[in-house]
């Protein structure tokens, strides 16, 4: 069965730093989904990535998915308190199987000020 | 404006005990889904439903139940024959099935005394 790995498992940074969280699959990525969460609350969805060696960006956050199709990196550029939060990635299967998205474990982001 | 409600937002409840979380979406979507989510863990598939009146079980159904009679609720059970109920349950929903794009409620976070 596919897993993913997310790394690292935590991350402190100081304000206005960059950073890059990583997220990688043990077979082909089929569609890659990046998500955040706030503490306690619910998930917010990002950005979404299916073809290999594919970037996309919103505001400060690029994503991008690596031509081989089984790793995907989130970068943040200049990070600010916003930021803070648990980065969640999902993948889809293969297109013909049932379309449930598999989930990292997270990377939790702490922007010290 | 257009969401997905969850409630209790907190839920405390004694072992042998039944309850029920609360799933409500206006957007319109065919497509909802229950997760669960533990400390260090990714998000785990309880089950899903594609269309009204209907339902599959996910990775870890065992100890839940649901129904899906309207479109817009999707309610889930968490049976006293769940081991550990504690945890966070997350509701879902997505205008498709074969997407990984979905929208996310608030989460309820269930402990069992």
């Known amino acids: 069965s596919q897993e993913l790995e997310q790394s690292p498992q935590s991350l402190i940074v100081q304000e206005g730093k960059n950073l890059t969280i990583n997220c990688t699959s043990s077979k082909t990525l089929y569609g890659l989904y990046w998500y955040k969460q706030k503490y306690g609350e619910g998930l917010i969805f990002l950005m979404m990535?299916?073809?290999g060696g594919e970037e996309k960006s919103h505001e400060k956050i690029t994503a991008k998915l690596d031509e081989k199709k089984q790793q995907s990196s989130l970068h943040i550029t200049a990070s600010q308190p916003s930021h803070a939060g648990i980065y969640l990635c999902?993948?889809?299967?293969?297109?013909?199987?049932?379309?449930?998205?598999?989930w990292g474990a997270g990377t939790k982001l702490i922007i010290k000020p | 404006d257009g969401g997905i409600t969850q409630s209790p937002k907190y839920l405390f409840r004694k072992e042998g005990q039944n309850v029920t979380l609360s799933c409500e979406q206006n957007?319109?979507?065919?497509?909802m889904y229950w997760y669960r989510q533990d400390p260090g863990q990714g998000l785990r598939l309880i089950y899903y439903s594609q269309i009204v009146n209907d339902f599959q079980k996910g990775d870890i159904a065992e100890g839940y139940s649901v129904s899906r009679e309207k479109k817009e609720s999707f309610p889930l059970t968490v049976t006293s024959a769940q081991k550990n109920p504690t945890a966070f349950y997350l509701c879902?929903?997505?205008?498709?099935?074969?997407?990984?794009?979905?929208?996310f409620g608030e989460g309820s976070r269930l402990t069992v005394l």
């Open positions: 999902g993948a889809g299967g293969e297109m013909d199987s049932n379309y449930q998205l598999i």
């Open positions: 957007l319109n979507h065919d497509a």
């Open positions: 879902a929903s997505s205008d498709r099935a074969n997407t990984g794009e979905l929208f």
């Open positions: 990535l299916q073809k």
